[in-house]
């Protein structure tokens, strides 16, 4: 079983619609959770990072954290087309310095005007 | 400030030649990463810097690959003898870990984009 696992998609929505995009991982004592969002021809940038189980907000951004489950999640409300890009989900197993983050493979977000 | 600067951008090269690819970090990041991004594989791991020394190379796939880094600055991997299988997109990412808490963000360059003929 791969560390981190998330559908590629694609995955087309319209304009307006609620986007969930989903990751799961397999070592229930990860802590550090991070959703990273990467345009075309572009290196990743951190959107939106959590710590344990809960939901953070950010704006139309609301990331989720069910550790029980083991199971993360990036909800996208309002879409818009500006969204359309490469979602990655990643973790910083034990959140340290110096540590590699495990990323999931991304999943592709069109969004139609 | 500058972001990470990665050059070139794109190099295209003939199976068996050597190749080096640039990253210079965010100025004042003692931390800098180098990942590997192929379509289908996502973004995987290759060697981690503090300072100049690389105490994780756990990533490196073969020894025709390699890294270094000097000033606790611009870092250079190189790849050897380049293979068909070494086409992806070779990201670098740094981070500063001069931070009080447990989170360091890894700030990513926009990458190498290695296409091997």
């Known amino acids: 079983q791969k560390e981190v696992e998330q559908d590629p998609g694609p995955l087309s929505v319209p304009e307006g619609a609620i986007v969930s995009l989903n990751c799961t991982y397999s070592?229930?004592?990860?802590?550090?959770f991070m959703w990273y969002r990467q345009y075309s021809r572009k290196g990743p940038e951190l959107l939106m990072y959590?710590?344990?189980?809960g939901n953070k907000e950010d704006g139309r951004f609301t990331a989720q954290v069910d550790k029980s489950s083991k199971y993360i999640s990036l909800f996208i409300r309002d879409s818009q087309p500006s969204d359309s890009a490469t979602y990655l989900c990643?973790?910083?197993?034990?959140?340290?310095?110096?540590?590699?983050?495990?990323f999931g493979k991304g999943t592709t977000l069109s969004v139609s005007s | 400030g500058a972001g990470v600067s990665q050059s070139p951008s794109n190099k295209v090269t003939e199976k068996g030649k050597d190749v080096e690819l640039r990253c210079d970090p965010i100025?004042?990041?003692?931390?800098l990463y180098w990942y590997r991004q192929s379509l289908g594989q996502g973004l995987e791991f290759l060697i981690y810097?503090?300072?100049?020394?690389?105490?994780?190379k756990s990533g490196l796939p073969s020894d025709r690959f390699s890294a270094e880094r000097t000033g606790g600055s611009v870092s250079t991997l190189t790849i050897q003898r380049t293979q068909q299988e070494d086409s992806a997109v070779y990201l670098c990412?740094?981070?500063?870990?001069?931070?009080?808490?447990?989170?360091?963000?890894?700030?990513f360059g926009p990458g190498t984009r290695l296409t091997v003929t």
């Open positions: 990412a740094s981070s500063y870990h001069g931070l009080a808490g447990p989170y360091y963000e890894q700030y």
């Open positions: 070592n229930s004592a990860f802590q550090y």
């Open positions: 959590t710590y344990s189980s």
């Open positions: 990643a973790i910083n197993p034990w959140g340290q310095a110096g540590t590699a983050l495990i």
């Open positions: 100025s004042g990041h003692t931390a």
């Open positions: 810097f503090q300072g100049n020394s690389a105490p994780d």
